[in-house]
């Protein structure tokens, strides 16, 4: 199977998702992506707070509408 996910996503590092020596396994791997996840999501909160506040509003007007329907 082809894998066309990855084509479209952009390269957060030079090695790709390979784990580097010193990494002794998955969790270190694991560990790694959340905290370059993490960055990137701090980083555009930064910079778009009003599409972030935006967004946890139509979440929870979402969720809210959820709650009430049961």
Request: proline content about 7%; hydrophobic content about 40%.
């Amino acid at each position: 199977m082809i894998n066309r996910i990855l084509g479209l996503l952009p390269d957060s590092s030079p090695d790709g998702l390979q784990p580097s020596k010193e990494e002794s396994g998955p969790a270190e791997l694991a560990q790694r992506q959340l905290d370059k996840l993490r960055t990137g999501m701090e980083r555009y909160i930064g910079e778009y707070p009003g599409v972030t506040i935006g967004a946890a509003v139509a979440l929870g007007v979402f969720i809210g509408w959820l709650v009430k329907r049961r």
